[in-house]
């Protein structure tokens, strides 16, 4: 859908989500056993999903994709016409590349070395460079996402699928990638040498699992979690089992994304070791050490907000309280910006119990603030709900710089710590206070060190060198030349059936 921008604005207050992959490995009904991994990764993307799926009697790959949500796109109807024992699947957010069917992944391609299918987590920040080249040397791309990129790579005449293929592909991109790639005889795992993004190793009955997170195993009966996939790491799945490959040199600085921790990961996942409701929980406790507040009760903004709200009360010795109440069933709404439409984009996600807070000092927990509209409104609807005071703290630091590693933030200039100062903010806001977690106290709150993390949109230092001029359509900027050519009538069918 094409919606403009300010209505976007509107109901998009918060950082969105990047994508979650899933893969089997040898069990006789692996589209619906991805399926289910797909639908405990719903959170980290919502736009489409897909699977993809080999069997033994079959050369071509079978698929299905579709826009919405893993239980929009699949039924059991869809899943019914995916027999094989392998496969591989995705839920998008689009990080790069607009959200349309044609971008929805795993993306698939037919080659002189047969079928590969890939599914990726992240941003490659030389994807437009690559691509220039490769579309010099004759290669065409059905898609306009930076994961294209990695299969032409793969497809390259010097190149043999297999170990080496791989190996060379991922030598020339850059960025941050968790892959899951799926060939006619195995299925490969691949997480980029820095760790941006989380992927990680399970079991059921047999089969071998990767997944995004360890939250997709604990659905799927039997199923185990074995470990994570280390930076640098490709693992290669096949009728002889799990090889581990480290083709690259580790890196003395790794830069996995600390927001997993505050934000995007589920509270029920555990990643690095360490469990995430635990990491959230450990930050409302360092949050209420270094801001500290008289006050009556402590409150979460849900979901993200809770564990923390938990932490800041624990150490804090308020009272936690529930007094927001998040409407479940809730999806993207696409009104006109009116205030009419602003007050209920507010209200019919999040509601107040007047009851809860009349009358009282509040401390309200969140993860952060983005724009400032969402978090203003609801210090204006807890003050007409008769709050005495209304005192604000984020369990991170301010966000002040873009991601180009597989966040959507906003641009640069449209977030509020980049236009107000603190006390600027706290008056924007209408809180009587406003405090914000330091970059200190959220690494503490991990439990590890430092160098483990990219913090680059906290604090402008980016593990992998950036074009601050990238963004999320760049590779769709070509667009613009499709009127000025001519095709061969030779190429002209390859465009269009997607064969490289």
């Not at 109901?11 to 006789?28: I, M, S, T, Y």
């Not at 480290?246 to 996942?269: N, Q």
């Not at 978090?375 to 630091?397: D, T």
């Amino acid at each position: 859908m094409n919606h403009s921008s300010s209505a976007r604005a509107v109901f998009q207050h918060r950082p969105k989500d990047e994508c979650g992959v899933f893969a089997v490995f040898g069990h006789p009904r692996a589209a619906e056993i991805t399926f289910f991994g797909l639908y405990a990764l719903q959170h980290r993307g919502q736009e489409s999903a897909g699977i993809v799926v080999k069997n033994d009697k079959d050369r071509k790959f079978k698929s299905h994709h579709g826009m919405g949500l893993v239980s929009q796109v699949f039924n059991g109807q869809e899943l019914e016409k995916l027999p094989g024992t392998r496969a591989i699947g995705h839920v998008r957010y689009s990080t790069t590349g607009s959200s349309t069917l044609e971008n929805a992944q795993p993306i698939v391609v037919d080659c002189s070395r047969g079928q590969i299918a890939v599914g990726h987590n992240g941003n490659l920040v030389n994807a437009n460079i690559l691509r220039d080249e490769l579309e010099a040397k004759g290669a065409i791309f059905k898609t306009t996402v930076d994961s294209e990129v990695i299969l032409h790579l793969m497809a390259q005449p010097t190149n043999s699928l297999g170990d080496s293929s791989i190996v060379q592909a991922l030598q020339k991109v850059s960025g941050a990638f968790s892959l899951v790639l799926l060939s006619e005889r195995e299925i490969i795992g691949v997480r980029d040498s820095f760790g941006f993004r989380p992927l990680c190793i399970g079991q059921a009955d047999g089969a071998w699992l990767l997944s995004s997170e360890s939250c997709a195993f604990d659905i799927i009966p039997g199923a185990k979690f074995v470990r994570d996939v280390e930076p640098g790491e490709i693992v290669v799945i096949d009728e002889t089992g799990l090889r581990s490959i480290k083709p690259f040199v580790p890196k003395d600085r790794l830069g996995f994304c600390i927001f997993e921790y505050v934000y995007f990961a589920r509270p029920d996942s555990t990643i690095e070791g360490v469990n995430v409701s635990a990491v959230r929980t450990n930050m409302g406790r360092e949050l209420a050490r270094l801001h500290p507040v008289d006050a009556d009760i402590v409150i979460p903004v849900p979901d993200s907000g809770n564990y923390a709200a938990l932490g800041f009360s624990e150490e804090s010795k308020i009272p936690y309280d529930v007094a927001f109440v998040r409407n479940h069933y809730v999806g993207r709404t696409f009104l006109n910006p009116s205030q009419l439409a602003r007050e209920f984009g507010v209200k019919v996600k999040l509601n107040i119990i007047r009851e809860r807070v009349a009358g009282k000092r509040v401390v309200v927990v969140d993860d952060s603030i983005v724009r400032g509209t969402t978090a203003r409104s609801r210090v204006m609807n807890l003050r007409n709900a008769g709050a005495k005071e209304v005192h604000i703290r984020i369990s991170c630091p301010p966000h002040r710089f873009s991601c180009h590693y597989g966040i959507d933030f906003p641009d640069p200039k449209d977030l509020i710590a980049n236009q107000l100062s603190h006390e600027e903010i706290a008056k924007y806001l209408q809180a009587d206070s406003l405090g914000y977690l330091d970059e200190a106290g959220m690494v503490r709150a991990t439990g590890r060190s430092e160098n483990k993390f990219c913090m680059a949109c906290f604090n402008n230092k980016y593990p992998v060198p950036v074009d601050p001029e990238l963004n999320k359509l760049v590779l769709e900027r070509r667009d613009t030349r499709a009127d000025s050519l001519v095709f061969a009538e030779d190429t002209a069918p390859r465009l269009f059936n997607g064969k490289l």
